[in-house]
Every structure is written in structure tokens, then in C-alpha cells.
């Protein structure tokens, strides 16, 4: 079993829709919680990190529950240049950094 | 502002050829990170450096090996390439994480097919 699981998608979306992504985590000493972005064939870049207590970023919100081990993020008021594939990612106690397989969204005009 | 530089970009080998990918960065961070990406399969961590003098397996190390040769320099060795190794190779680098959430940066990648 993967350690960091999520929905592969595609998920299609109209333009100005909210869409939610979901990941779950298996390991309970997972300590740093992150969403990266990547463009087809673009190395992953930082979207935002995920506090405890949720975190906003514009348009994007993240939230944590560390006792379910589960991650999500929310995208508000979508737009075309939001179309990637969003990438769930733990960092561990011993520096490890796992990626999930990443949930591909198409926004649609 | 260079940060993590990988090379070769793009590379094609013979099934058996031996390679060296080659990774630097100049951002002074003690850890770095090797991993591979397939279709339909996000990245997967073959190795990774959590400082200098140190490396441990990923989730996918077999057939790779890697040194981390200084703080700047990590390197991945593919001995006898297999077709099974045709990837997108993506290095990393970040600081030690002590629950501050540190960024993770990545290099451009290295797309290498083995035929």
C-alpha cells in the first residue's frame, strides 16, 4: 500500500467551479504537510503548505486532520491557468519525502 | 539564481550501459532527494541524502545506487540499465525539516530512455 494515497481523477471542472481534493496518509509519524502543482512534463513547485489548524491562500484552502491522516484541498472560483495535476506530499521525522500519484484537473471554459 | 541543476537533460541507453546523473544545488540545504516518474504513477523516492556523508533507500531503490559526494553534489547510477528504468528522473533539494514545513525544490528533471 502506498503511503500517501489519493484520487488520480481526471476531475473536469467548468471554469468558476469549487473542487476538492482528497489524500489520506498512513504514516503517523508524518510531521509536514504539503500540496505541490505540476504542469505536463514541469518539475513540482510548492502550491502551499498545510497547517493543523487549515490554511488559506487566496483561493486555495488547505486543511489537516492529523487523527484521520487526512489532507484536502479546496479551490475556489477555478480558472483555466488552475488546469495540473495536484500532488500530495508528507514529510517524515527522518527527512523522507513522499509524493502521492497526483490528481489531475482539467478546467474547462 | 541556479538552485538545483541536473544533468543530462535528456539521455537515451542501451539496454546494459552504465550512467551517472548528476545533481547539484546552491542553496546550501542539507538534504536531497532522487526520484523517478512514470505515467499515471507520481513521483516515487529512490534514494535520498538527509545530510552530507548520509543516504538511505526510497521506496523504489533497486538498480540504483547514489552518492552524496558533498553537500552540494548528489549523484545517481543506474549500473545496467533495463528498459524498466525509461523515466522522468527529478533530483531535490531542501533544508532539514523540523516541523516548519520547509519547501522542497526541484530540478528540471532528466528524461532518459533505455532501449
Known amino acids: 500500500r502506498k503511503e500517501v494515497e489519493q484520487d488520480p481523477g481526471p476531475f473536469n471542472v467548468p471554469e468558476g467551479a469549487t473542487v476538492a481534493f482528497n489524500c489520506t496518509y498512513s504514516?503517523?509519524?508524518?510531521?509536514?504537510f504539503f500540496w505541490y502543482r505540476q504542469d505536463c512534463r514541469k518539475e513540482p513547485k510548492l502550491l502551499m503548505s498545510?497547517?493543523?489548524s487549515g490554511n488559506e491562500d487566496g483561493r486555495f484552502t488547505a486543511q489537516l486532520n492529523r487523527a484521520s491522516q487526512y489532507i484536502s484541498l479546496l479551490i475556489r472560483d477555478s480558472k483555466l491557468s488552475d488546469s495540473a495535476t495536484y500532488l500530495c506530499v508528507v514529510r517524515n521525522r527522518d527527512d523522507k519525502i513522499i509524493f502521492g500519484k497526483g490528481t489531475r484537473l482539467h478546467i474547462l471554459p | 539564481n541556479a538552485g538545483v541543476t541536473q544533468t543530462p537533460k535528456f539521455q537515451v541507453l542501451k539496454t546494459g550501459q552504465s550512467m551517472t546523473l548528476q545533481c547539484a544545488q546552491d542553496?546550501?540545504?542539507?538534504?536531497m532527494y532522487w526520484y523517478r516518474q512514470d505515467p499515471g504513477m507520481g513521483l516515487r523516492l529512490i534514494y535520498y541524502s538527509a545530510s552530507e556523508g548520509t543516504t538511505d533507500k526510497g521506496e523504489v531503490p533497486n538498480g540504483y545506487n547514489v552518492s552524496r559526494l558533498n553537500k552540494r553534489e548528489f549523484s545517481l547510477r543506474l549500473e545496467s540499465a533495463a528498459p524498466s528504468q525509461t523515466s522522468v528522473y527529478f533530483c531535490a533539494s531542501s533544508e532539514r525539516d523540523r516541523a516548519t514545513h520547509t519547501e522542497a525544490f526541484f530540478g528540471q528533471g532528466t528524461r532518459l530512455t533505455v532501449v
Open positions: 542553496m546550501n540545504h542539507n538534504s
Open positions: 498545510v497547517y493543523s
Open positions: 504514516n503517523s509519524a508524518s510531521q509536514s
